[in-house]
């Protein structure tokens, strides 16, 4: 009856730190799988704003850093979330917008519009999220996603 009971004790112990486990730097599986922050360099970097979505209107620009990256599995694809920290409070209308896909890496720009007048505020008050959708189609043969803003990328592998 003792032993029983130590077993069953064990063995619920042991699964409830199993959700912490997988998200944990210990599992083997998330060596080689973790975010990698590096500066924005070459041609994605000098691509003006501009030309990502033509029009008078558009007045957006990349944001200043990327926090993180992350994909949560839906069924039939990826929910693509990055989080950037804008230069000042109050920037509005994030998007992610591709640039485009070489040798199995999708490339995105995190775009915001930045109000006038602000000011700079803590770095948690000038958080900015934004995310798209992406089906198991458009990521058939794309191993890296790589998300950029104005000073730094991020890059996850799937």
């Known amino acids: 009856m003792i032993r029983t009971f130590c077993l069953l004790l064990s063995v619920a112990l042991v699964l409830s730190g199993c959700q912490r486990i997988q998200e944990s730097r210990f599992n083997p599986f998330n ?3 973790g975010p990698r922050v ?3 360099e070459g041609r994605n970097a000098l691509l003006p704003d501009s030309a990502l979505r033509p029009g008078p209107l558009d007045q957006r620009g990349r944001i200043d850093q990327i926090a993180g990256v992350a994909t949560d599995q839906i069924p039939g694809g990826i929910i693509l979330r990055a989080t ?3 230069e000042v409070q109050g920037a509005y209308d994030a998007e992610l917008v591709e640039l485009g ?3 199995g890496t999708l490339v ?3 775009l915001t519009e930045l ?3 602000t000011g700079t505020g803590t770095q948690f008050s000038r958080q900015v999220i934004a995310a798209v959708a992406l089906s198991d189609q458009e990521l058939a043969g794309i191993t890296t996603i790589r998300v950029e803003g104005a000073r730094n ?3 996850v592998r799937r």
Do not use: D, K, M, N
């Open 101 to 103: 896909r070489s040798g």
């Open 38 to 40: 590096e500066p924005v």
């Open 31 to 33: 060596i080689l799988s």
């Open 115 to 117: 109000p006038l007048g």
């Open 153 to 155: 990328a991020v890059t």
């Open 108 to 110: 995105y720009v995190f």
């Open 84 to 86: 950037g920290i804008a």
